[in-house]
């Protein structure tokens, strides 16, 4: 009689084969697969020895699902016309920070990027249950684009706009307080000709930076002057800087500070007045926003108003889940800190 060659067990296909198997209910084997209190310790690990040997592992999407949760949030990245929208390097440690407090929390990260037609995506999205809700940074959302995420009842948070009226839940940086802390360091050191340079018009951060520092020259009883206000598109800044700080000095505007709208358009605007032999900060100084990692080894470091992108994640994961698990709103503002290097 030839011997029977053993073969590899089998794999199970269900919860109910499990259950046949190690003799208990199938509510049993859920609860013991999913670590669950109500079950004793010498039950689960026999269930959980049954599920390893037959290679049993759970559906974890239809497990969410079952639940009415995915456990997942989307990051909203929306085009804009004339090109994607590519985040520089804030937002990539804004993302990080993201992504790590989502994981803090048992959720995962999705990146979603909409057609630019496609108004309903939220709410498919929610309804498929491919993400509970979304985080959505605001330099690549337009008014419209808001109005329709409000008008979807979904949950989601926006980074860098703060709603006036509690209709959605934010995290925003202190924007005035930022650009206002930036122009009056400048003036603390006997500027008086201070450029604005950087982001569009239309943009929420970029629109309170420059009221901010408006409010600092009004202060301090220095006139506005519209010519040292130069707005700029968000890609591309050094190079969009750059040429703003050229056409200012080639026109013959007298300078002799620039407060920016983020590390990557001082860098521009420093490339610029180096390259007409102008020294920084001893001709112009020059104040960055963000204090990203590189701030502090560029030639010279760079003078910036921190925002702290990890931490800033972190408190937009925390909102999100808390607004996915309880419906609560809120909005969170984040103070500006002056970081004093050698640019000014």
């Known amino acids: 009689m030839q011997p029977v060659a053993l073969s590899e067990p089998a794999r199970i296909q269900t919860i109910s084969d499990i259950a046949r198997l190690a003799g208990v209910s199938k509510s049993t084997v859920s609860r013991a697969l999913n670590d669950s209190p109500l079950i004793g310790r010498e039950t689960k690990d026999r269930i959980r020895l049954i599920a390893q040997e037959h290679r049993f592992a759970l559906n974890e999407p239809a497990r969410r699902l079952s639940r009415g949760q995915s456990n997942v949030a989307g990051l909203v990245m929306f085009g804009n016309p004339g090109g994607h929208y590519t985040p520089d390097m804030f937002m990539l440690e804004l993302m990080g920070g993201i992504s790590t407090g989502l994981l803090e929390e048992g959720y995962e990260l999705l990146v979603v990027q909409p057609f630019a037609a496609d108004e309903d995506f939220a709410r498919r999205y929610v309804d498929s249950g491919r993400a509970d809700g979304f985080v959505v940074l605001s330099a690549s959302c337009t008014p419209r684009r808001l109005e329709l995420l409000v008008e979807s009842g979904v ?190």
């Open 155 to 344: 949950p989601f948070v926006v980074w860098g706009r703060h709603a006036q009226h509690g209709e959605f839940s934010s995290v925003s940086g202190d924007n005035f307080g930022g650009g206002r802390l930036a122009a009056q360091h400048l003036i603390s050191t006997g500027r008086r000709r201070i450029a604005f340079v950087g982001g569009p018009e239309w943009a929420p951060e970029a629109v309170e930076r420059r009221r901010g520092y408006e409010s600092a020259l009004t202060e301090a009883g220095i006139d506005l002057d519209p010519a040292l206000v130069v707005p700029t598109p968000w890609h591309d800044p050094e190079r969009y800087a750059g040429e703003a700080v050229g056409r200012l000095l080639d026109d013959g505007v007298k300078l002799d500070g620039i407060v920016t709208n983020s590390d990557r358009y001082a860098i521009g605007a420093i490339d610029a007045l180096r390259s007409r032999s102008l020294d920084v900060p001893g001709d112009v100084a020059v104040v960055g926003y963000d204090d990203v990692a590189m701030a502090q080894f560029t030639v010279p470091a760079l003078t910036t108003i921190r925002q702290d992108g990890p931490l800033a994640g972190r408190l937009i994961a925390r909102a999100l889940v808390q607004h996915v698990q309880t419906g609560a709103v809120s909005n969170v503002a984040m103070p500006a800190e002056l970081v004093v290097r050698e640019s000014a």
